[in-house]
Protein backbone atom coordinates (compact mmCIF):
# COMPACT_ATOMS: atom_id res chain seq x y z
CA UNK A 1 0.00 0.00 0.00
CA UNK A 2 2.43 2.47 1.21
CA UNK A 3 4.49 3.79 -2.29
CA UNK A 4 7.78 3.26 -0.10
CA UNK A 5 7.70 -0.07 0.44
CA UNK A 6 8.61 -1.17 -3.22
CA UNK A 7 11.76 1.30 -2.98
CA UNK A 8 12.73 0.48 0.84
CA UNK A 9 12.81 -3.45 -0.36
CA UNK A 10 14.70 -2.75 -3.64
CA UNK A 11 17.12 -1.00 -1.70
CA UNK A 12 17.53 -2.78 1.53
CA UNK A 13 18.32 -5.73 -0.59
CA UNK A 14 21.01 -4.04 -2.51
CA UNK A 15 22.79 -2.21 0.74
CA UNK A 16 24.80 -5.97 1.34
CA UNK A 17 25.04 -7.25 -2.00
CA UNK A 18 26.70 -5.13 -4.21
CA UNK A 19 26.35 -6.76 -7.39
CA UNK A 20 22.44 -6.19 -7.06
CA UNK A 21 20.67 -3.76 -8.83
CA UNK A 22 19.37 -0.82 -7.44
CA UNK A 23 15.51 -0.78 -8.08
CA UNK A 24 14.33 1.39 -9.94
CA UNK A 25 13.81 5.38 -9.97
CA UNK A 26 17.06 6.03 -7.93
CA UNK A 27 18.77 9.01 -10.26
CA UNK A 28 21.17 11.04 -9.55
CA UNK A 29 21.67 15.42 -10.81
CA UNK A 30 24.43 14.92 -13.16
CA UNK A 31 22.57 11.70 -14.88
CA UNK A 32 26.51 9.73 -13.24
CA UNK A 33 25.76 5.79 -12.23
CA UNK A 34 23.46 5.77 -9.27
CA UNK A 35 24.92 2.58 -7.74
CA UNK A 36 28.73 4.15 -7.21
CA UNK A 37 26.72 6.72 -5.01
CA UNK A 38 24.81 4.18 -3.24
CA UNK A 39 27.97 2.25 -2.40
CA UNK A 40 28.38 4.87 0.56
CA UNK A 41 25.49 4.07 1.80
CA UNK A 42 26.73 0.04 1.90
CA UNK A 43 30.29 1.19 2.96
CA UNK A 44 28.68 2.45 6.50
CA UNK A 45 26.39 -0.14 7.05
CA UNK A 46 29.23 -2.78 6.84
CA UNK A 47 31.79 -0.23 8.24
CA UNK A 48 29.63 1.12 11.05
CA UNK A 49 28.36 -2.79 12.19
CA UNK A 50 32.18 -3.97 11.78
CA UNK A 51 33.15 -1.13 13.94
CA UNK A 52 30.31 -2.13 16.72
CA UNK A 53 31.67 -5.47 16.83
CA UNK A 54 34.93 -4.81 17.07
CA UNK A 55 34.29 -2.72 19.92
CA UNK A 56 32.58 -5.16 21.84
CA UNK A 57 35.15 -8.13 20.70
CA UNK A 58 39.01 -6.16 21.21
CA UNK A 59 40.50 -9.36 21.99
CA UNK A 60 39.36 -11.75 19.26
CA UNK A 61 40.01 -8.72 16.85
CA UNK A 62 43.65 -8.67 18.16
CA UNK A 63 43.79 -12.81 18.15
CA UNK A 64 43.17 -12.92 14.67
CA UNK A 65 43.96 -9.63 13.48
CA UNK A 66 42.19 -6.79 11.88
CA UNK A 67 41.69 -7.68 8.46
CA UNK A 68 40.57 -11.32 9.19
CA UNK A 69 38.26 -10.05 11.76
CA UNK A 70 36.81 -7.25 9.67
CA UNK A 71 36.33 -10.03 6.89
CA UNK A 72 34.75 -12.59 9.04
CA UNK A 73 32.51 -9.50 10.30
CA UNK A 74 31.62 -9.14 6.94
CA UNK A 75 30.05 -12.59 6.78
CA UNK A 76 28.67 -12.30 10.13
CA UNK A 77 27.00 -9.48 9.42
CA UNK A 78 25.16 -10.68 5.77
CA UNK A 79 23.65 -12.67 8.17
CA UNK A 80 22.79 -11.52 10.96
CA UNK A 81 21.93 -7.65 10.68
CA UNK A 82 20.20 -6.23 14.13
CA UNK A 83 17.25 -6.70 14.78
CA UNK A 84 17.24 -3.70 16.95
CA UNK A 85 19.08 -0.57 17.05
CA UNK A 86 20.98 -0.69 20.17
CA UNK A 87 24.15 -1.96 19.46
CA UNK A 88 24.81 -2.85 22.57
CA UNK A 89 22.45 -6.13 21.98
CA UNK A 90 24.73 -6.78 19.05
CA UNK A 91 27.19 -9.46 18.38
CA UNK A 92 25.05 -12.01 20.71
CA UNK A 93 25.36 -14.41 18.23
CA UNK A 94 28.70 -13.99 17.18
CA UNK A 95 30.30 -16.69 19.47
CA UNK A 96 28.24 -19.60 17.62
CA UNK A 97 28.90 -18.06 14.19
CA UNK A 98 32.69 -18.16 15.04
CA UNK A 99 32.08 -21.93 16.29
CA UNK A 100 30.68 -22.41 12.64
CA UNK A 101 32.92 -20.37 10.72
CA UNK A 102 35.14 -22.94 8.63
CA UNK A 103 38.48 -20.29 8.33
CA UNK A 104 38.57 -19.79 12.58
CA UNK A 105 38.35 -23.93 12.66
CA UNK A 106 42.40 -24.00 13.84
CA UNK A 107 41.45 -21.76 16.76
CA UNK A 108 39.22 -24.10 19.11
CA UNK A 109 39.51 -21.24 22.16
CA UNK A 110 37.93 -18.48 20.19
CA UNK A 111 34.72 -18.76 20.67
CA UNK A 112 34.63 -19.30 24.19
CA UNK A 113 36.80 -16.08 24.14
CA UNK A 114 34.20 -14.49 22.35
CA UNK A 115 31.81 -15.44 24.58
CA UNK A 116 33.66 -13.90 27.13
CA UNK A 117 34.02 -10.60 25.93
CA UNK A 118 30.21 -10.93 25.01
CA UNK A 119 29.58 -11.49 28.75
CA UNK A 120 31.65 -8.74 29.94
CA UNK A 121 29.40 -6.27 27.72
CA UNK A 122 26.50 -7.69 29.56
CA UNK A 123 27.52 -7.47 32.54
CA UNK A 124 28.49 -3.88 31.83
CA UNK A 125 25.24 -2.63 30.80
CA UNK A 126 22.87 -5.51 33.17
CA UNK A 127 20.18 -4.13 35.33
CA UNK A 128 21.58 -2.46 38.86
CA UNK A 129 19.95 -4.49 42.03
CA UNK A 130 21.28 -5.11 45.69
CA UNK A 131 23.29 -7.53 46.67
CA UNK A 132 23.15 -9.65 49.37
CA UNK A 133 25.43 -9.16 51.99
CA UNK A 134 27.09 -11.29 54.34
CA UNK A 135 25.33 -10.00 56.98
CA UNK A 136 22.32 -10.85 55.23
CA UNK A 137 22.96 -14.21 54.66
CA UNK A 138 24.69 -15.01 58.29
CA UNK A 139 21.46 -16.91 59.69
CA UNK A 140 21.02 -18.77 56.24
CA UNK A 141 24.85 -19.79 56.11
CA UNK A 142 24.24 -20.74 60.40
CA UNK A 143 22.13 -23.47 59.22
CA UNK A 144 23.71 -26.39 57.49
CA UNK A 145 21.02 -28.96 57.48
CA UNK A 146 19.15 -26.81 55.08
CA UNK A 147 21.32 -25.09 52.84
CA UNK A 148 21.50 -28.18 50.24
CA UNK A 149 17.82 -27.50 49.78
CA UNK A 150 18.69 -23.72 49.36
CA UNK A 151 18.37 -22.03 45.54
CA UNK A 152 20.23 -18.33 45.10
CA UNK A 153 19.86 -15.95 42.26
CA UNK A 154 23.30 -14.36 41.18
CA UNK A 155 23.07 -10.53 40.60
CA UNK A 156 22.27 -9.40 36.88
CA UNK A 157 25.66 -8.21 36.58
CA UNK A 158 27.15 -11.57 37.53
CA UNK A 159 28.08 -14.14 34.84
CA UNK A 160 29.33 -17.98 34.34
CA UNK A 161 31.00 -19.17 31.74
CA UNK A 162 32.84 -23.21 31.49
CA UNK A 163 35.31 -23.29 28.91
CA UNK A 164 37.25 -26.31 28.25
CA UNK A 165 40.38 -23.99 26.95
CA UNK A 166 42.40 -20.72 29.14
CA UNK A 167 40.35 -17.73 27.90
CA UNK A 168 40.82 -16.28 31.43
CA UNK A 169 44.66 -15.87 30.70
CA UNK A 170 44.35 -15.23 26.83
CA UNK A 171 41.88 -12.31 28.06
CA UNK A 172 44.31 -11.07 30.45
CA UNK A 173 47.32 -11.35 28.99
CA UNK A 174 45.77 -8.78 26.27
CA UNK A 175 45.33 -6.51 29.21
CA UNK A 176 48.97 -6.62 30.01
CA UNK A 177 48.51 -9.20 32.40
CA UNK A 178 50.72 -11.78 31.79
CA UNK A 179 52.61 -13.09 28.58
CA UNK A 180 50.49 -14.28 26.10
CA UNK A 181 53.25 -17.17 24.80
CA UNK A 182 52.81 -18.02 28.37
CA UNK A 183 49.64 -19.30 28.25
CA UNK A 184 48.56 -23.13 28.30
CA UNK A 185 45.79 -23.17 25.81
CA UNK A 186 44.82 -26.75 26.85
CA UNK A 187 43.98 -25.62 30.28
CA UNK A 188 40.81 -25.56 30.88
CA UNK A 189 39.55 -22.18 32.69
CA UNK A 190 36.14 -21.07 33.89
CA UNK A 191 35.28 -17.34 34.46
CA UNK A 192 33.44 -15.55 36.51
CA UNK A 193 32.31 -11.85 34.78
CA UNK A 194 31.05 -9.21 37.40
CA UNK A 195 30.91 -5.55 37.78
CA UNK A 196 32.79 -4.04 40.53
CA UNK A 197 31.60 -0.11 40.62
CA UNK A 198 32.61 1.17 37.19
CA UNK A 199 34.65 -1.78 36.11
CA UNK A 200 34.33 -5.15 35.20
CA UNK A 201 36.08 -8.00 36.41
CA UNK A 202 37.12 -11.31 34.99
CA UNK A 203 37.79 -13.87 37.52
CA UNK A 204 39.32 -17.36 36.86
CA UNK A 205 37.45 -20.08 38.13
CA UNK A 206 38.25 -24.11 38.28
CA UNK A 207 36.07 -26.27 35.81
CA UNK A 208 34.42 -27.51 38.99
CA UNK A 209 33.94 -24.48 40.70
CA UNK A 210 32.42 -23.40 37.25
CA UNK A 211 30.13 -26.13 36.57
CA UNK A 212 28.75 -25.32 40.55
CA UNK A 213 27.70 -21.73 39.84
CA UNK A 214 26.57 -22.76 36.12
CA UNK A 215 23.97 -24.76 38.04
CA UNK A 216 23.31 -22.14 40.66
CA UNK A 217 22.62 -19.67 38.03
CA UNK A 218 19.97 -22.24 36.50
CA UNK A 219 18.36 -22.34 39.56
CA UNK A 220 19.62 -25.96 41.07
CA UNK A 221 19.16 -25.75 44.56
CA UNK A 222 23.06 -26.06 46.60
CA UNK A 223 22.69 -29.55 47.07
CA UNK A 224 22.41 -30.53 43.60
CA UNK A 225 24.79 -28.02 42.75
CA UNK A 226 27.33 -29.35 44.81
CA UNK A 227 27.15 -33.05 43.46
CA UNK A 228 27.37 -31.35 39.98
CA UNK A 229 30.49 -29.74 40.92
CA UNK A 230 31.88 -33.15 42.33
CA UNK A 231 31.31 -34.85 39.38
CA UNK A 232 32.79 -32.64 37.50
CA UNK A 233 36.58 -33.08 39.32
CA UNK A 234 38.32 -32.85 42.84
CA UNK A 235 38.75 -29.19 43.30
CA UNK A 236 35.02 -28.30 45.25
CA UNK A 237 35.65 -26.00 47.59
CA UNK A 238 32.24 -24.60 47.27
CA UNK A 239 32.72 -22.64 50.69
CA UNK A 240 35.25 -20.47 48.78
CA UNK A 241 33.43 -19.88 45.71
CA UNK A 242 29.98 -18.72 48.17
CA UNK A 243 32.79 -16.40 49.86
CA UNK A 244 33.90 -15.21 46.81
CA UNK A 245 30.14 -14.80 45.61
CA UNK A 246 29.11 -12.69 48.41
CA UNK A 247 32.51 -10.34 48.33
CA UNK A 248 31.90 -9.15 44.88
CA UNK A 249 27.87 -8.65 45.45
CA UNK A 250 27.13 -11.44 42.81
CA UNK A 251 24.10 -13.24 44.82
CA UNK A 252 20.68 -10.94 44.15
CA UNK A 253 18.70 -13.33 46.32
CA UNK A 254 18.16 -16.59 48.56
CA UNK A 255 15.66 -18.94 48.94
CA UNK A 256 15.56 -21.97 51.51
CA UNK A 257 12.09 -23.83 51.27
CA UNK A 258 9.64 -23.22 53.79
CA UNK A 259 11.02 -19.55 54.39
CA UNK A 260 8.60 -16.87 54.00
CA UNK B 1 11.06 46.91 13.77
CA UNK B 2 13.85 45.03 14.49
CA UNK B 3 14.63 43.25 17.71
CA UNK B 4 17.81 43.62 19.77
CA UNK B 5 19.60 39.85 19.21
CA UNK B 6 20.65 38.47 22.09
CA UNK B 7 23.78 38.27 23.10
CA UNK B 8 24.86 34.58 23.93
CA UNK B 9 24.25 31.31 21.62
CA UNK B 10 24.16 27.96 23.83
CA UNK B 11 27.08 25.99 22.41
CA UNK B 12 27.41 21.54 23.00
CA UNK B 13 29.19 18.91 22.08
CA UNK B 14 28.00 15.37 20.83
CA UNK B 15 29.08 13.50 23.96
CA UNK B 16 31.95 10.09 23.37
CA UNK B 17 31.68 7.38 26.26
CA UNK B 18 35.54 8.30 26.11
CA UNK B 19 35.13 11.97 27.22
CA UNK B 20 32.61 11.24 29.63
CA UNK B 21 35.72 10.95 32.90
CA UNK B 22 37.12 14.18 31.15
CA UNK B 23 33.63 16.02 31.09
CA UNK B 24 32.84 15.04 34.31
CA UNK B 25 35.90 16.03 36.18
CA UNK B 26 36.81 19.29 34.15
CA UNK B 27 34.91 22.97 34.12
CA UNK B 28 34.17 22.78 30.53
CA UNK B 29 32.86 25.54 28.71
CA UNK B 30 29.87 24.22 27.41
CA UNK B 31 26.12 25.04 27.72
CA UNK B 32 25.14 21.64 26.65
CA UNK B 33 26.10 18.33 25.44
CA UNK B 34 24.12 15.64 23.38
CA UNK B 35 24.02 11.64 23.72
CA UNK B 36 22.92 8.98 21.38
CA UNK B 37 19.83 7.55 22.84
CA UNK B 38 20.34 4.51 21.83
CA UNK B 39 23.42 4.02 23.64
CA UNK B 40 21.71 4.55 26.60
CA UNK B 41 18.94 2.04 26.28
CA UNK B 42 20.93 -0.10 28.75
CA UNK B 43 19.01 -2.15 31.63
CA UNK B 44 21.26 -0.89 34.15
CA UNK B 45 25.19 0.13 35.20
CA UNK B 46 28.25 2.76 34.88
CA UNK B 47 26.58 4.15 31.49
CA UNK B 48 23.33 5.78 33.02
CA UNK B 49 25.07 7.25 36.07
CA UNK B 50 27.55 9.02 34.47
CA UNK B 51 24.65 10.21 32.08
CA UNK B 52 22.83 10.92 36.13
CA UNK B 53 25.98 12.98 36.75
CA UNK B 54 26.24 15.19 32.83
CA UNK B 55 23.11 15.67 33.45
CA UNK B 56 23.76 17.39 36.89
CA UNK B 57 25.95 20.16 35.23
CA UNK B 58 25.23 20.55 31.46
CA UNK B 59 21.13 21.00 29.66
CA UNK B 60 21.08 17.37 27.79
CA UNK B 61 19.71 16.76 24.09
CA UNK B 62 18.54 12.74 23.56
CA UNK B 63 19.48 12.27 20.17
CA UNK B 64 17.64 9.38 18.30
CA UNK B 65 19.13 7.71 15.50
CA UNK B 66 17.29 4.36 15.19
CA UNK B 67 13.75 5.52 15.15
CA UNK B 68 13.62 4.82 11.24
CA UNK B 69 10.54 7.34 11.14
CA UNK B 70 10.70 7.30 7.40
CA UNK B 71 10.47 3.26 7.35
CA UNK B 72 7.95 2.22 4.95
CA UNK B 73 6.23 -0.36 8.27
CA UNK B 74 4.55 1.58 11.28
CA UNK B 75 7.07 2.15 13.91
CA UNK B 76 8.85 -0.05 16.07
CA UNK B 77 6.51 0.18 19.29
CA UNK B 78 8.92 -1.40 22.09
CA UNK B 79 11.72 1.03 21.12
CA UNK B 80 9.22 4.06 21.00
CA UNK B 81 8.94 2.43 24.67
CA UNK B 82 12.46 2.41 25.71
CA UNK B 83 12.48 5.91 24.23
CA UNK B 84 9.78 7.18 26.66
CA UNK B 85 11.50 5.67 29.66
CA UNK B 86 15.06 7.34 28.34
CA UNK B 87 13.43 10.87 28.20
CA UNK B 88 11.38 10.35 31.30
CA UNK B 89 14.05 9.48 33.20
CA UNK B 90 16.60 12.42 32.03
CA UNK B 91 14.10 14.92 31.04
CA UNK B 92 16.03 16.38 28.19
CA UNK B 93 16.30 19.77 27.10
CA UNK B 94 15.17 18.80 23.06
CA UNK B 95 15.12 15.39 21.41
CA UNK B 96 16.16 14.93 17.83
CA UNK B 97 15.15 12.05 15.42
CA UNK B 98 15.94 12.31 11.57
CA UNK B 99 14.35 12.36 8.45
CA UNK B 100 14.73 8.89 7.30
CA UNK B 101 14.94 5.16 7.31
CA UNK B 102 17.35 2.84 9.13
CA UNK B 103 14.81 -0.69 9.52
CA UNK B 104 13.06 -2.31 7.05
CA UNK B 105 11.66 -6.37 7.82
CA UNK B 106 13.05 -6.64 11.02
CA UNK B 107 16.69 -5.79 10.23
CA UNK B 108 18.17 -2.75 11.13
CA UNK B 109 21.02 -1.35 9.18
CA UNK B 110 22.49 1.23 11.39
CA UNK B 111 22.99 4.05 8.71
CA UNK B 112 20.14 7.13 8.02
CA UNK B 113 18.55 6.15 4.70
CA UNK B 114 17.52 8.51 2.03
CA UNK B 115 13.31 9.05 1.34
CA UNK B 116 11.51 10.20 -2.34
CA UNK B 117 9.78 13.31 -0.82
CA UNK B 118 6.33 13.64 -2.51
CA UNK B 119 2.83 13.98 -1.56
CA UNK B 120 2.11 10.35 -0.36
CA UNK B 121 5.96 10.27 1.76
CA UNK B 122 4.90 13.48 3.38
CA UNK B 123 1.77 12.07 4.74
CA UNK B 124 3.16 8.92 5.94
CA UNK B 125 5.85 10.79 7.77
CA UNK B 126 3.36 13.38 9.30
CA UNK B 127 1.69 10.32 11.03
CA UNK B 128 4.22 9.06 12.19
CA UNK B 129 5.70 11.95 13.85
CA UNK B 130 1.97 12.37 15.08
CA UNK B 131 2.39 8.51 17.01
CA UNK B 132 6.11 10.01 18.39
CA UNK B 133 4.80 13.30 19.79
CA UNK B 134 1.69 11.85 20.76
CA UNK B 135 3.61 8.56 22.43
CA UNK B 136 6.68 10.85 23.97
CA UNK B 137 4.03 13.60 24.80
CA UNK B 138 6.65 16.45 23.83
CA UNK B 139 8.12 18.13 20.85
CA UNK B 140 10.11 16.20 18.25
CA UNK B 141 13.08 17.86 16.61
CA UNK B 142 13.02 16.58 12.90
CA UNK B 143 16.97 16.77 11.12
CA UNK B 144 17.31 17.26 7.43
CA UNK B 145 19.77 14.44 6.41
CA UNK B 146 22.83 14.41 4.29
CA UNK B 147 21.76 12.24 0.77
CA UNK B 148 23.85 10.77 -1.96
CA UNK B 149 21.17 9.67 -4.31
CA UNK B 150 17.87 11.17 -5.37
CA UNK B 151 14.62 9.52 -6.34
CA UNK B 152 12.73 10.40 -9.98
CA UNK B 153 9.51 10.04 -7.66
CA UNK B 154 10.00 13.37 -5.66
CA UNK B 155 8.24 16.52 -6.57
CA UNK B 156 9.50 18.35 -3.48
CA UNK B 157 12.64 20.22 -2.44
CA UNK B 158 13.81 18.85 0.97
CA UNK B 159 13.21 22.41 2.37
CA UNK B 160 9.62 22.66 1.21
CA UNK B 161 8.81 18.91 2.55
CA UNK B 162 10.49 19.72 5.64
CA UNK B 163 8.74 23.31 5.99
CA UNK B 164 5.58 21.45 5.77
CA UNK B 165 6.23 18.60 7.94
CA UNK B 166 6.83 21.31 10.83
CA UNK B 167 3.12 22.68 9.83
CA UNK B 168 1.68 19.68 9.64
CA UNK B 169 2.96 18.19 12.77
CA UNK B 170 4.21 20.77 15.37
CA UNK B 171 7.15 19.51 15.63
CA UNK B 172 10.39 21.34 15.52
CA UNK B 173 13.43 20.85 13.50
CA UNK B 174 16.78 20.02 13.82
CA UNK B 175 18.77 21.68 10.95
CA UNK B 176 21.88 20.16 10.26
CA UNK B 177 24.11 22.91 8.37
CA UNK B 178 26.55 20.39 7.05
CA UNK B 179 24.22 18.23 6.05
CA UNK B 180 22.21 20.76 3.97
CA UNK B 181 26.05 22.01 2.69
CA UNK B 182 26.65 17.88 1.93
CA UNK B 183 23.16 17.37 0.12
CA UNK B 184 23.32 20.24 -1.73
CA UNK B 185 26.82 20.11 -3.40
CA UNK B 186 25.81 15.95 -3.64
CA UNK B 187 22.76 17.10 -5.33
CA UNK B 188 23.99 20.08 -7.82
CA UNK B 189 22.00 22.45 -5.54
CA UNK B 190 22.11 25.57 -3.64
CA UNK B 191 22.74 24.81 -0.10
CA UNK B 192 20.46 28.57 0.62
CA UNK B 193 17.40 27.01 -1.13
CA UNK B 194 17.08 24.79 2.04
CA UNK B 195 17.84 27.44 4.85
CA UNK B 196 15.24 29.77 3.57
CA UNK B 197 12.34 27.28 2.87
CA UNK B 198 12.76 26.24 6.75
CA UNK B 199 10.04 28.28 8.96
CA UNK B 200 12.78 30.26 11.30
CA UNK B 201 10.53 29.59 14.49
CA UNK B 202 10.54 25.79 13.90
CA UNK B 203 14.27 25.57 13.82
CA UNK B 204 15.39 24.18 17.18
CA UNK B 205 19.06 23.76 17.42
CA UNK B 206 21.92 23.64 14.71
CA UNK B 207 24.32 20.47 14.15
CA UNK B 208 27.44 21.58 12.52
CA UNK B 209 30.45 18.32 11.60
CA UNK B 210 32.77 17.99 9.07
CA UNK B 211 32.94 15.72 5.84
CA UNK B 212 35.01 13.85 3.67
CA UNK B 213 35.18 14.35 0.05
CA UNK B 214 35.40 11.24 -2.87
CA UNK B 215 34.31 11.83 -6.30
CA UNK B 216 30.61 10.00 -8.19
CA UNK B 217 31.45 8.09 -11.40
CA UNK B 218 31.63 11.52 -13.29
CA UNK B 219 34.44 12.71 -11.54
CA UNK B 220 31.81 15.61 -9.69
CA UNK B 221 32.13 16.15 -6.06
CA UNK B 222 30.41 13.61 -3.54
CA UNK B 223 30.91 14.88 0.03
CA UNK B 224 30.47 12.18 2.80
CA UNK B 225 29.01 13.19 6.15
CA UNK B 226 31.60 11.44 8.18
CA UNK B 227 31.45 13.31 11.25
CA UNK B 228 35.22 12.66 11.58
CA UNK B 229 36.98 15.42 10.91
CA UNK B 230 37.21 19.37 11.37
CA UNK B 231 34.41 21.65 10.57
CA UNK B 232 35.13 22.74 7.04
CA UNK B 233 35.69 26.65 5.83
CA UNK B 234 32.53 26.81 3.66
CA UNK B 235 30.84 25.13 5.90
CA UNK B 236 31.54 28.10 8.75
CA UNK B 237 31.04 30.72 6.31
CA UNK B 238 27.54 28.71 5.20
CA UNK B 239 26.61 28.45 9.20
CA UNK B 240 27.40 32.42 9.74
CA UNK B 241 24.93 32.98 6.73
CA UNK B 242 22.55 31.07 8.69
CA UNK B 243 22.86 32.69 11.90
CA UNK B 244 22.62 36.16 10.26
CA UNK B 245 19.08 34.89 8.95
CA UNK B 246 17.90 32.64 11.87
CA UNK B 247 19.45 34.36 14.65
CA UNK B 248 21.07 32.56 17.85
CA UNK B 249 20.22 28.71 18.23
CA UNK B 250 21.65 26.01 20.36
CA UNK B 251 24.60 25.00 18.03
CA UNK B 252 26.36 21.58 18.49
CA UNK B 253 29.53 20.09 17.25
CA UNK B 254 29.30 16.21 16.09
CA UNK B 255 32.39 14.00 16.24
CA UNK B 256 31.94 10.32 15.82
CA UNK B 257 34.88 9.09 14.41
CA UNK B 258 38.61 9.83 14.78
CA UNK B 259 37.50 11.11 17.94
CA UNK B 260 40.40 13.97 18.85
CA UNK B 261 40.79 14.74 22.86
CA UNK B 262 37.74 17.02 24.33
CA UNK B 263 39.55 19.81 24.06
CA UNK B 264 39.68 19.99 20.20
CA UNK B 265 36.15 20.18 19.99
CA UNK B 266 35.41 22.25 23.03
CA UNK B 267 37.66 24.66 20.70
CA UNK B 268 35.36 24.11 18.17
CA UNK B 269 32.07 24.90 19.96
CA UNK B 270 33.73 28.48 20.92
CA UNK B 271 34.58 28.93 17.15
CA UNK B 272 30.77 28.39 16.95
CA UNK B 273 29.68 30.93 20.05
CA UNK B 274 32.19 33.78 18.03
CA UNK B 275 30.32 32.63 14.76
CA UNK B 276 27.45 34.21 16.83
CA UNK B 277 29.08 37.38 18.08
CA UNK B 278 30.31 38.10 14.31
CA UNK B 279 27.02 37.06 13.18
CA UNK B 280 25.26 39.43 15.67
CA UNK B 281 27.71 42.19 15.24
CA UNK B 282 26.87 41.86 11.43
CA UNK B 283 22.91 41.98 12.30
CA UNK B 284 23.29 44.60 14.02
CA UNK B 285 24.86 46.93 11.68
CA UNK B 286 22.53 46.28 8.64
CA UNK B 287 19.89 46.99 10.73
Avoid at chain 1, 161 to 171: C, M, P, R
Avoid at chain 1, 242 to 253: C, D, E, F, M, T
Avoid at chain 2, 232 to 250: I, K, Q
Amino acid sequence: MSTLEPIQVGLSNALLAPERPLPPGVITWNGSDPSVRFDVYRNNVVVSLTTALAEGFPVTRALVGERFFAAMARCFIADHLPSSPILSDYGDALPDFIAAFPPAQGLSYLPDLARLERARVQAYHAADAPALTAQDLACQLANPQRLSAARLALHPACIVLVSEHAIVSLWAAHQGQGRIEDVDLRRAESALVLRDGDAVLVLPLSLEIGHFLVALAAGAPLGEAAEIAAAAGPDVDLTQAIVLLIHYGGIAAWHTPGDL
Amino acid sequence: MTTKSPTTIAVGIGLKAEHMPDIIADDTALDFVEVHAENYMVSGGPALRQLTRVRDRFALSIHGVGLSIGGAAPLDQEHLDRLAALLQRFEPAWFSEHLAWSSHGGACYNDLLPLPYNPATLVHVCDQIDVVQERLGRRLLLENPSTYIEFATSSMDEGAFLAEVATRTGCGLLLDVNNAYISAVNHGRDPWDLIVALPPAAVGEIHLAGFAEDRDAVGDRLLIDTHGAPIAEAVWDFYRRTLRHLGSRPTLIERDQAIPPLAVLVAEAQRARSAWVDAAAWTEAAS
